[in-house]
């Protein structure tokens, strides 16, 4: 179909009168999704933390750990850099803006966590406390939560902890999840036409895990919970994240 003359003339000037829009949209949008990459790897990286203490942590027979708010914070600052090569403490210049407001807030609220957990972590005469990663963080997720406008949690389908329900979005990409082989992708989408970012990414899993939720099934854990049988890899929940396009 052949366009009228003056419509071959107008568009041009439509176009460059939109672009300018279109770019910063798409801009923000890019920005957005690094951040909650960020964001997830971060709070990833204060389980992983407490994982690996986790030995420590439960030692009856010690009383003070040493796993200080400033211990934690360390560790949690070289891990990033590990697994980013982002300093934390001086980011890069080509770090989002949005990033650069919000990584610091994570880190602070994961480190309140750890220091809200002192009296627990060191007492003496007692093993399992249930300061183990997933409590750490849901914690730390409300935390920031609460910090800021972005909404953060951890989520599974058959939570132990009420306040880890999945919501509908949240439920529909955990199925997704489990439905497919394992990855460390996130299901991420824009909603709302296009005005919120949603991002579902899969924790499984570990070995350390099935302590608590592997087998025998239906059987009480230590922390008197019902053990699920799980194995090795298999879906364990995911932390999901909420970003508005308008955010800061």
Not at 211 to 222: E, N, R
Request: proline share 8%; hydrophobic share 35%.
């Amino acid at each position: 179909m052949k366009l009228p003359a003056w419509l071959l003339i107008v568009l041009p000037f439509v176009y460059l009168l939109l672009w300018p829009d279109l770019g910063l949209a798409q801009s923000h949008r890019e920005a957005s999704e690094r951040t909650a990459h960020y964001l997830t790897t971060l709070l990833n990286v204060g389980r992983l933390i407490v994982e690996r203490h986790q030995p420590l942590i439960n030692d009856p027979q010690k009383g003070d750990k040493g796993f200080t708010p400033d211990f934690f914070e360390r560790e949690a600052v070289e891990e990033f850099f590990r697994q980013t090569s982002i300093d934390l403490k001086r980011p890069p210049a080509q770090l989002p803006a949005l990033a650069k407001e919000l990584l610091p807030i994570l880190l602070e609220s994961s480190t309140h966590v750890v220091a809200d957990a002192q009296f627990v972590i060191n007492q003496r005469g007692i093993g399992y406390k249930n300061f183990i990663p997933a409590t750490f963080g849901s914690q730390a997720a409300r935390k920031f939560s609460s910090r800021s406008q972005v909404k953060m949690k951890q989520t599974t389908l058959n939570p132990r902890n009420v306040k880890n329900q999945p919501d509908t979005y949240e439920e529909r990409a955990l199925k997704q999840l489990a439905a497919q082989p394992s990855s460390t992708g996130p299901v991420t989408e824009w909603l709302d036409d296009g005005k919120t970012l949603r991002t579902v990414t899969p924790i499984y899993y570990s070995q350390d895990c099935l302590v608590c939720h592997g087998d025998p099934t239906g059987t009480l854990d230590i922390s008197g919970y019902l053990r699920e049988g799980a194995k090795e890899g298999d879906l364990a929940g995911a932390i999901s994240i909420q970003i508005p396009l308008n955010n800061p």
